[in-house]
């Protein structure tokens, strides 16, 4: 072979090394791109769940990731005007989602984009909603807690958040499901805000005032930690957050007696607004003021076993009821 023949044959190789390339790098392209979640509708029953569970209304914005013919939206605008957008990977899909929205009266409240979920902007939202898989789920998790403000409702069809315990949870009976028992689960998130840190504040006035501390660890919307009245360790419990909602309780011992204390408020920055009944006779409810002299982070990596295990109050409500 001669220094031409050489460079020619060294030309094509490096071509077709290039076409290679090119059509791999199209490939991983191609995949990114293609569906991570079958097409399988809402009934209309869970549908109806769904938006009841999140408490869908006329001031929400509602972001349905994986849209398909758009029903979910579509039905919120309807029923209640809310507005709000569906991304779907198939555009066949979005096409009939545009189309059903004309049908219905409702396209100047909702939009339908053919976009893949993974790099839609859904910071705007009140409410998302999805039908998509456990695995899909958990990659959107992280980016839940990063976009969305607290107090946004994410509800999901069927599929849970792993660790992420629901705030709220429905079953819906569903006849023909085309796969797994006769049922559809219905789970509901409210995006904790984030309370993690030292909170201070006194309760009482003159010989009777005391000073209160709350360290406060926090994963997903569960809060624990360690509390002290008066410089006396006191008992923490029922920890909790609601969106910016945040309720615990806490028994302290104050003059030879266990005073139950029921704290209530709204977290906003460094300081909490709220309530306290105080359990000893005669019962009384106080104006609750705390500061946050210490920040802490919220937890959302957590694996099953490491989040703190909490009795939400409704199920205490439900066992007490049962037992009447
Ligand atoms: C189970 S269906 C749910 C449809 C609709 N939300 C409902 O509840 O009736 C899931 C939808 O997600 C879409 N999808 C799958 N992967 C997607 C992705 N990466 N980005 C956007 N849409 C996707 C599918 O095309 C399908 O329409």
């Known amino acids: 072979m001669n220094l031409r023949e050489y460079e020619s044959w060294g030309l094509k190789i490096s071509t077709v090394l290039w076409l290679i390339l090119v059509l791999a790098s199209a490939a991983v392209a191609g995949r990114a791109y293609a569906a991570d979640v079958p097409y399988?509708?809402?009934?209309?029953?869970?549908?109806?769940?769904m938006l009841n569970l999140g408490k869908v209304g006329p001031d929400d914005y509602l972001i349905d990731l994986g849209s398909g013919d758009g029903r979910i939206v579509i039905a919120a605008a309807q029923r209640f005007g809310t507005r709000g957008f569906g991304v779907d990977i198939d555009g066949a899909l979005v096409s009939e989602a545009q189309r059903e929205a004309q049908k219905q009266g409702v396209a100047d409240k909702v939009a339908f984009y053919a976009r893949n979920l993974f790099v839609t902007d859904i910071s705007k939202a009140s409410v998302v909603t999805m039908y998509l898989l456990p695995q899909v789920n958990l990659r959107l998790r992280p980016r839940l807690f990063t976009?969305?403000?607290?107090?946004?409702?994410v509800v999901s069809h069927d599929f849970d958040m792993?660790?992420?315990?629901?705030?709220?949870?429905?079953t819906v009976?569903?006849?023909?499901?085309p796969y797994g028992e006769p049922k559809?689960?219905?789970y509901l998130w409210i995006i904790p805000a984030n309370a993690a840190g030292t909170w201070r504040w006194r309760l009482g006035a003159g010989a009777a005032a005391r000073d209160y501390e709350v360290v406060l660890e926090q994963t997903f919307q569960i809060l624990s930690g360690r509390a002290t009245v008066g410089a006396q360790p006191a008992q923490l419990g029922n920890a909790?957050?609601?969106g910016e909602a945040i309720e615990f309780a806490l028994v302290a011992r104050i003059d030879g007696r266990d005073v139950r204390h029921e704290f209530s408020g709204r977290v906003s920055g460094d300081a909490i607004t709220g309530t306290v009944a105080v359990r000893v006779a005669p019962s009384q409810r106080l104006e609750w003021n705390?500061?946050?002299v210490a920040r802490g982070k919220m937890t959302i990596e957590a694996s099953a076993r490491s989040v703190p295990d909490f009795v939400p109050a409704h199920t205490l409500r439900k066992i007490y009821i049962a037992q009447e």
């Open 40 to 49: 399988v509708p809402t009934p209309a029953n869970v549908v109806d769940t």
């Open 147 to 153: 976009e969305l403000k607290p107090g946004t409702r």
């Open 162 to 170: 792993d660790s992420w315990k629901p705030d709220d949870r429905v």
């Open 173 to 177: 009976p569903v006849p023909d499901k």
């Open 184 to 186: 559809s689960e219905v």
């Open 240 to 242: 909790r957050m609601r």
């Open 290 to 292: 705390a500061t946050r």
